[in-house]
C-alpha cells in the first residue's frame, strides 16, 4: 500500500534500490559457490534459463553464465540507479515518464537472481544460515512487486510455489 502523500514513483524508487543492495548483498555471500563451472548458464532450475540483453551494449541476448548474468546486471542496475535522468536525486526534479517501465525492467532481472538462489545454492544459503534473511527479503520483494503489479506472474513462475507458500496462499 502507498503511504498517504507518497508519489508512487518515490516509492517504487526508494524500494528498488533497496532490493538492489538486499539482493547483490545476499548473493555477495554466494560469489565463490556461484562460478563459471558451477553455474555455467543463468537458469532458475531446468525449465528457466535467461539470457543477458541490456539494450545498449549488448542488444541482441546472450547466453552466459549465472556470475557473468548477474555482474552484468549488478553493473546494468547501479548505471541506472546513479543516472538522475532516471532516478532523480534532487527534490522536486520528476521522474521520466519511463521511469515505472525502467523500475519493472530491473525488479524483474532482480527477481531471476531471487530464483537462481533458491534454485541453485539454497544448500549453502542453509550452510551459512542465511535462510531466514533471504526468505524475508524475498517475501517482501514479492508483497512489494504484486502490490504495485512491477513483475508480471509469468515471470515469476519459477518460484511461484515458494511465493504462494510464503504470502499464505498455497493449496491446502
Given amino acids: 500500500m502507498l503511504p498517504e502523500g507518497e508519489d508512487i514513483n518515490e516509492w517504487v524508487a526508494?524500494?528498488?534500490?533497496?532490493?538492489?543492495?538486499?539482493?547483490?548483498?545476499?548473493?555477495?555471500?554466494?560469489?565463490?559457490?556461484?562460478?563459471?563451472?558451477?553455474?555455467?548458464?543463468?537458469?532458475?532450475?531446468?525449465?528457466?534459463?535467461?539470457?543477458w540483453a541490456d539494450g545498449q551494449v549488448i542488444k541482441k541476448p546472450i547466453k552466459c553464465s549465472a556470475p557473468r548474468y548477474i555482474d552484468y546486471l549488478m553493473n546494468w542496475?547501479?548505471?541506472?540507479?546513479e543516472s538522475d535522468s532516471i532516478f532523480p536525486s534532487a527534490i522536486g526534479v520528476p521522474f521520466?515518464?519511463?521511469?515505472?517501465?525502467?523500475?519493472?525492467?530491473?525488479?524483474?532481472?532482480?527477481?531471476?537472481?531471487?530464483?537462481?538462489?533458491?534454485?541453485?545454492?539454497?544448500?549453502?544459503?542453509?550452510?551459512?544460515?542465511?535462510?531466514?534473511?533471504l526468505n524475508t527479503s524475498f517475501k517482501h520483494?514479492?508483497?512489494?512487486?504484486?502490490?504495485?503489479?512491477?513483475?508480471?506472474?509469468?515471470?515469476l513462475a519459477p518460484l511461484q510455489d515458494l511465493i504462494d507458500k510464503l504470502t499464505g496462499k498455497e493449496k491446502a
Avoid: W
Fill in 96 to 133: 521520466s515518464k519511463n521511469f515505472l517501465s525502467i523500475a519493472k525492467t530491473i525488479l524483474k532481472r532482480l527477481f531471476r537472481v531471487y530464483a537462481h538462489i533458491y534454485y541453485e545454492h539454497f544448500h549453502q544459503v542453509i550452510q551459512l544460515q542465511e535462510e531466514a534473511h
Fill in 77 to 81: 542496475v547501479q548505471s541506472q540507479i
Fill in 14 to 51: 526508494v524500494n528498488t534500490v533497496d532490493f538492489f543492495n538486499q539482493i547483490n548483498m545476499l548473493y555477495g555471500t554466494l560469489t565463490e559457490f556461484c562460478t563459471e563451472q558451477s553455474c555455467s548458464v543463468m537458469s532458475a532450475g531446468p525449465k528457466y534459463e535467461y539470457h
Fill in 141 to 155: 520483494f514479492i508483497y512489494f512487486v504484486q502490490e504495485f503489479d512491477l513483475v508480471e506472474k509469468k515471470e
